[in-house]
Nanobody
């Protein structure tokens, strides 16, 4: 059974860093497009970053460009989201998701593209 499990969330001061991990089981991540999403209180879930299947091309939400980095470790079957220079606006529950589809600039952040979802990890940035 396909499963994604996030870890690495927590409380950090503004300007600090966190690294989220997303471990997959039941399928091989390198054959999937991986997305990171987040949902802040009273807001809709939004796409943060994605790593495309086949070529690993990456996409980022404008507000995290230069601060967040998505990466894969195919040996560990794990995807990471390194988050630096964190701001209070980054406070949210972060989810990883996997899709067998090839993502494009106009599709990577669409929730409907993704078939599997993790349970979420809370990230709280204090100002």
């Amino acid at each position: 059974q396909a499963q994604l499990v996030e870890s690495g969330g927590g409380l950090v001061q503004a300007g600090g860093s966190l690294r989220l991990s997303c471990a997959a089981s039941g399928f091989t991540l390198d054959s999937y497009t991986i997305g990171w999403f987040r949902q802040a209180p009273r807001k809709e879930r939004e796409g943060v970053s994605s790593s495309r299947r086949s070529d690993g091309f990456t996409f980022y939400k404008d507000s995290v460009k230069g601060r967040f980095t998505i990466s894969r470790d195919n040996v560990k079957n794990t995807v990471y989201l390194q988050m630096n220079s964190l701001k209070s606006d980054d406070t949210a529950v972060y989810y990883c998701a996997a899709s067998p589809q090839y993502s494009r600039i106009d599709t990577w952040s669409r929730e409907g593209l993704y078939a599997y979802w993790g349970q979420g990890a809370q990230v709280t940035v204090s100002s």
